[in-house]
């Protein structure tokens, strides 16, 4: 069974940097597509980043420039760099694992993370 536990979310001001972490209890880089999402309240939860098995990357229009998604293959983490945060990045950020080699969306995910709370101040 594949695990996905997040990590490094906190409180930020405005402009400020935070690097989260996912611990991958298994080796499936090579298989599934790593991605981040989150869940702003009273929101639906959306795409922020994924990476391909290969590399390929994509980004919401609302992170791209500000954001990385990446992963060390040796420690099975994956890593999502969000610099120059805003207030509106304010959410719980899950991360998530699928196979679909279909755009990607929630109901393609396999695996979820318990999601990590993200707050930026003004």
């Known amino acids: 069974q594949v695990q996905l536990v997040e990590s490094g979310g906190g409180l930020v001001q405005a402009g400020g940097s935070l690097r989260l972490s996912c611990a991958v209890s298994?080796?499936?880089?090579?298989?599934?597509?790593m991605g981040w999402y989150r869940q702003a309240p009273g929101k639906q939860r959306e795409l922020v980043a994924v990476?391909?098995?290969?590399?390929?990357?994509i980004y919401s229009d609302s992170v791209k420039g500000r954001f990385t998604i990446s992963r060390d293959n040796a420690k099975n983490m994956v890593y999502l760099q969000m610099n120059s945060l805003k207030p509106e990045d304010t959410a719980v950020y899950y991360c998530?694992?699928?196979?679909?080699?279909?755009?990607?969306?929630?109901?393609?995910?396999?695996?979820w993370g318990q999601g990590t709370q993200v707050t930026v101040s003004a």
């Open positions: 998530a694992a699928d196979r679909s080699l279909s755009t990607p969306a929630m109901n393609r995910v396999d695996y």
């Open positions: 990476l391909a098995p290969g590399g390929t990357t």
């Open positions: 298994i080796y499936i880089f090579p298989i599934y597509r």
